[in-house]
């Protein structure tokens, strides 16, 4: 008897390389520039023209690209930044960068995102930042958001990571309709990749001048800027304190060349969201999370699903268990961020966040990439189906 070859492991998530993405890294390491060259600025302006903005600071990673931003807007010790309590590190580590004092917000139990009302009860008179996460790609209700932080003398970035290519009431999510910046990350797991890498978005001239100083030592050559522009040709001039962050022009290369495939991978992720969607209609214990809003569109960075463990008869970990034996991969996005030790130790506790508790306790993101076939989707749904017919046992 012969056994059915093995089949191979889904991920939660993939990149999505081809041959012209290939040609297009080879090419810029031919090229005379392998960072600081003319690649950054025309990924930036391609970035800018897709989403709308008017401009775009390519920066090292998307956690960088949060740094750039509170930084860019004078975020400091005495400031509170609002995140919510379910997002990657990443967006409260930033505002620790700082100096400043993260300060976490309930979540939609059903969808993980910030809701203007656990943010309205989040504000102090000391908040000076509110950043929003489109958690999975499903857009946060940034107008709405905006006002609150507003109304708190509050300033709101967006933490974009998950939601290249998403549409937040009819506008595209970096156009900053409602925020003054918003970032990406360009991690290999997102909708495009430079392998690591991240993008401000920005209306504003000023900040993104900031922001192109931090991310290279606070450093200009910018004869219009200097106090000593006479000085000689080989002068250059720090100015404020930044780092390195550079993108470099190969990663660009590769952004560029992965930006023009960006609607087709939205497109492709949307179709496999909407077959999960229907395969999973008739299964009373799980049910993919809060459907977009009226007038936005995600980008489903995540299928992220709501696993109703008492219905189901077993716990989510063993349910993730059974499922990674079949081959099939999933990842919980996110544990909420009080509940990390490091942020115990600052005195947070997850108990005081019931909305991101519950999200925590049923969430589980499924396998979605899109190299993923359709005939994908319904093994991952076979699995599923076969563990709870399992049960207990
Ligand atoms: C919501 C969110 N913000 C920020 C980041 C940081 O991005 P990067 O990994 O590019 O530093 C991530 C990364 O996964 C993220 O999920």
Redesign the pocket.
């Given at each position: 008897m012969t056994s059915a070859p093995a089949q191979p492991f889904l991920p939660y998530g993939q990149q999505d390389l081809d041959e012209s993405d290939l040609a297009a890294v080879m090419e810029a390491l031919r090229s005379p520039y392998l960072t600081t060259g003319p690649g950054v600025e025309a990924f930036e302006r391609a970035v800018a023209a897709r989403v709308g903005a008017r401009f775009g600071v390519a920066i090292s990673?998307?956690?960088?690209?949060?740094h750039a931003m509170y930084d860019a807007l004078g975020v400091g010790p005495g400031d509170e930044v609002v995140v919510p309590a379910v997002?990657?590190l990443?967006?409260a580590n930033a505002a620790l960068y700082v100096g400043a004092r993260p300060v976490f917000c309930d979540v939609d139990p059903t969808s993980g995102l910030m809701t203007p009302e656990a943010l309205a009860a989040a504000m102090t008179p000391r908040t000076r930042l509110v950043v929003p996460?489109h958690?999975a790609g499903h857009p946060a209700h940034t107008a709405a958001l905006a006002e609150v932080a507003r109304a708190g003398g509050a300033r709101l970035v967006e933490?974009a990571?998950?939601a290249t290519g998403a549409v937040d009431q009819g506008v595209a999510v970096g156009a900053c309709a409602w925020s003054e910046m918003a970032?990406f990350?360009?991690?290999p797991?997102?909708h495009i990749t430079t392998a690591?890498?991240?993008m401000v978005m920005t209306n504003d001239e000023a900040l993104a001048a900031r922001l192109r100083l931090f991310r290279s030592h606070g450093m200009t050559r910018d004869s219009s800027l200097l106090s000593r522009p006479d000085e000689g040709p080989w002068y250059y001039e720090q100015q404020a304190l930044g780092y390195n962050y550079r993108l470099t022009d190969v990663q660009c290369a590769l952004g560029l060349s992965q930006l023009a495939r960006l609607d087709a991978f939205v497109a492709r992720r949307r179709a496999l969201a909407a077959r999960y969607d229907a395969l999973l209609a008739d299964l009373p214990w799980l049910r993919p999370i809060a459907p977009e809003r009226p007038g936005s569109r995600s980008a489903y960075h995540l299928y992220a699903t709501l696993v109703d463990e008492g219905r189901l008869g077993l716990p989510k970990r063993e349910l993730a268990r059974r499922l990674h034996a079949r081959g099939v991969g999933t990842q919980v996005?996110?544990i909420p961020i009080p509940m990390q030790p490091y942020y115990e130790r600052l005195g947070w506790r997850a108990e005081r966040f019931p909305g991101a508790l519950a999200y925590y306790r049923q969430t589980l993101s499924l396998p979605l990439f899109t190299r993923m076939g359709e005939g994908d989707v319904d093994r991952v749904v076979g699995a599923l189906r076969e563990v709870a017919a399992e049960g207990g046992a």
């Open positions: 990673n998307g956690t960088a690209a949060l997002t990657f990443a967006t996460v958690l933490d990571a998950h970032s990350s360009f991690h797991v997102k690591e890498g991240g996005h996110y």
